[in-house]
Every structure is written in C-alpha cells, then in structure tokens.
C-alpha cells in the first residue's frame, strides 16, 4: 500500500530518505478523483524517477466565490490505491490548515500570461495555482514535476513561473488523455448527466474542425473560432465561456495563426464548466 503522509515534516523525511538512498523525486500535483490522465503522469514519472510523490490537495486558493470547491469530488482511499497501483511511493494528501495556516499572508503572481483565456474567466484561480504549486515544489522539492497538457494555459504559467524563479525543477507537460468518443478526461465530468455527457463530446469535435481548417491551410482566426462556435451553439445545454486563439507561448490573441497557436476553449455543458484544446501549428 502506498503511504499517505498528511502533514509537511512527514513527507519532507520521506523525500529526504529517497533522496539519500540516491533516487530522483518526481511530483505529480493533483486535486484527487484520480483518472487516467492523472495516472498517465504517474506512470511516466515513475517511469523517469525513483521516487514519486502525488499529491491530492483540493486547493480553496484557486476556487472563486461561487464555484465548486465544496462539491469537489473527494476520494482519498481509492486515489492512493490508484496512484500506488501506477507507480507512486507517496501521497501527500495535506488539510487546508496545514497548507493555509491561521496568518497565512503569502500568494505567488505571475503576470501577463495569466490575463486571458481562463484567468480572465476565472480571477485569482492562476494565482491560487501558482501559489499551491510553490508550496508543493518547497515541501517535495522535486527534480522533475509533471502536469497535463489538458490544462495548456497552466502548464505554460508553471514553466514561466519556474523560469522566471530560477527553480530548480523540470517541468514536464504530458498529453492529454481523453475517452474513446474524444472527451478530454477530468474529474468533473463525473457532474455530467448522460444526457449533457453526449453533448460534452462537442469541445472535441470543435477542435477537430479546428484541425481540420488548419489543414486546409485556413489561418483566419475569426472563421475557425466561427465554425467551432456553431458546433458548440449546436448543442442543447451549452453555453460558451471563451473560444480563443492566442500564441502558445505569451498566450497573447492573435488574428492569424502565423506560428504555433493555443486553440482553447472553455463551455458550460449544463452547469458543468469543461475545458480543451489543441496547439495548431
Ligand atoms: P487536477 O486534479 O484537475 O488539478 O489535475 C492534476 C493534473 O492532471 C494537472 O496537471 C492536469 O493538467 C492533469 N490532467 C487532468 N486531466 C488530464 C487529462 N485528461 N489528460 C492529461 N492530464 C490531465
């Protein structure tokens, strides 16, 4: 059975014994009800270090008033069977006090590429990320971390962050990991009814047509943010949040895709807020 280890001197000895026995730390950040795309980062971290830590920490810093942080799905047991299953040494599965204690007065910011898509949906949520994700680098101090391309505007802040920081960490951004119909896997579509399920496949399939144009050597932003906007509307339950295109870099919009481009979108499917993209170019 993998280890749980619930507070921060607790895991701080484990990774420091690893780390004396000569194996290289590699953390896989979660907020639980693991899926298969969280596990595709613990195999491959297990695949490249001796000693894997994930952690699951439901972090209230990236919620906005009004979101789902209470109705979070939460799973501690069968997420450590999983992990430990896909390679995983350690669980570090702290409490929002031992992460936030009583005075607690300290945020991580990183500006620009956090003004756009989700970050301008969703204020402080990046700041929140960035914040937790420091904390877990200081506790774990990890040589490698790994993140899901599934959350492309995130990953992209966590390696400017590391840049930026000078930490010492490698960042790795792995795939993203979707069911057989296309629908990008994530622990809230577990909120979905069967209904809004099947219509959920439309982030998908507007990002196929997206490819699809692209192919056709379509550079317009405005015609592929069009075409995969009907797609969306097409759908009973649907209402879009964003549909943008900016540069996979800056993360800054852009009218023709002339160098690699972030196609991401975010739709409400019923009361469930989904998100998906792909890198064109
Ligand atoms: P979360 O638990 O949603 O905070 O996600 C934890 C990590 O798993 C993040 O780096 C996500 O990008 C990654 N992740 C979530 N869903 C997927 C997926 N379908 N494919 C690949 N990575 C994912």
Do not use: W
């Given at each position: 059975m993998?280890?749980?280890?619930?507070?921060i001197?607790?895991?701080?000895?484990?990774?420091?014994?690893?780390?004396?026995?000569?194996?290289?730390?590699?953390?896989?950040?979660?907020?639980?009800?693991?899926?298969?795309?969280?596990?595709?980062?613990?195999?491959?971290?297990?695949?490249?270090?001796?000693?894997?830590?994930?952690?699951?920490?439901?972090?209230?810093?990236?919620?906005?008033?009004?979101?789902?942080?209470?109705?979070?799905?939460?799973?501690?047991?069968?997420?450590?069977?999983?992990?430990?299953?896909?390679?995983?040494?350690?669980?570090?599965?702290?409490?929002?006090?031992?992460?936030y204690p009583?005075?607690?007065?300290?945020?991580?910011?990183?500006?620009?590429?956090?003004?756009?898509?989700?970050?301008?949906?969703?204020?402080?949520?990046?700041?929140?990320?960035?914040?937790?994700?420091?904390?877990?680098?200081?506790?774990?101090?990890?040589?490698?971390?790994?993140?899901?391309?599934?959350?492309a505007?995130?990953?992209?802040?966590?390696?400017?962050?590391?840049?930026?920081?000078?930490?010492?960490?490698?960042?790795?951004?792995?795939?993203?990991?979707?069911?057989?119909?296309?629908?990008?896997?994530?622990?809230?579509?577990?909120?979905?009814?069967?209904?809004?399920?099947?219509?959920?496949?439309?982030?998908?399939?507007?990002?196929?047509?997206?490819?699809?144009?692209?192919?056709?050597?379509?550079r317009?932003?405005?015609?592929?943010?069009?075409?995969?906007?009907?797609?969306?509307?097409?759908?009973?339950?649907?209402?879009?949040?964003?549909?943008?295109?900016?540069?996979?870099?800056?993360?800054?919009?852009?009218?023709?895709?002339?160098?690699?481009?972030?196609?991401?979108?975010?739709?409400?499917?019923?009361?469930?807020?989904?998100?998906?993209?792909?890198?064109?170019?």
């Open positions: 993998t280890y749980v280890a619930r507070d001197v607790e895991t701080r000895r484990a990774v420091a014994e690893a780390r004396t026995a000569g194996k290289t730390v590699g953390l896989v950040p979660t907020m639980g009800a693991l899926h298969e795309g969280h596990l595709s980062l613990v195999r491959a971290s297990a695949a490249d270090c001796g000693y894997t830590v994930v952690s699951v920490f439901v972090n209230p810093t990236q919620f906005g008033p009004g979101e789902d942080l209470e109705r979070y799905p939460r799973g501690l047991e069968n997420d450590a069977k999983l992990a430990g299953d896909a390679g995983a040494e350690l669980i570090f599965a702290p409490t929002t006090d031992t992460m009583a005075g607690y007065a300290t945020y991580v910011e990183v500006e620009r590429l956090t003004d756009g898509l989700c970050g301008a949906r969703r204020p402080g949520h990046f700041r929140g990320v960035t914040t937790v994700v420091t904390k877990l680098f200081n506790i774990c101090k990890p040589d490698a971390a790994y993140f899901g391309q599934k959350d505007q995130q990953a992209v802040i966590i390696k400017r962050m590391v840049r930026d920081l000078d930490l010492d960490i490698e960042i790795r951004v792995l795939p993203t990991v979707r069911e057989p119909d296309g629908l990008a896997m994530s622990s809230r579509n577990e909120y979905l009814s069967a209904e809004e399920r099947l219509q959920a496949t439309c982030l998908y399939r507007a990002l196929q047509r997206a490819e699809e144009l692209y192919a056709e050597r379509v317009s932003v405005g015609r592929i943010i069009a075409e995969m906007t009907a797609i969306v509307e097409a759908e009973r339950d649907t209402r879009i949040d964003y549909i943008s295109a900016v540069d996979a870099e800056e993360l800054s919009p852009i009218e023709e895709i002339t160098a690699p481009a972030l196609v991401a979108l975010a739709v409400f499917v019923g009361e469930t807020r989904l998100i998906d993209n792909v890198v064109l170019g």
